[in-house]
């Protein structure tokens, strides 16, 4: 998905003043906790796969999953409180 959407954000941000940086900056959030959601569930299906019922294993996977993702991006609202690190910072134009 990555691949794709590189291209997509070079044609879009053409002509536009927007820098490379500040896209890194506005996304790295939200790709950083979708990375580490992913884990998450990857981890529930290793650890629960085949010990729990079709639809309980479902739920506690999806639950994992947006419950990771939604906690990461509501921390994330200051550089300082993000779990994720500081943002890289912009660079004057």
Known sequence: MIVVLVPI????????GVAWVDLLV????????GLLAG??????KVMLGGKLPLIPYLFVGIGAVLGIYAWILSNCH?????LLGPTIPAVAA
Do not use: D, M, W
């Not at 506005?26 to 906790?33: D, E, G, I, R």
């Not at 884990?39 to 529930?44: D, H, N, P």
């Open 9 to 16: 954000a070079a044609y879009f941000k053409h002509g536009t």
């Open 26 to 33: 506005a996304t790295k959030p939200q790709f950083l906790s």
């Open 39 to 44: 884990a998450v569930g990857l981890l529930v």
């Open 78 to 82: 200051e550089p300082e409180a993000c």
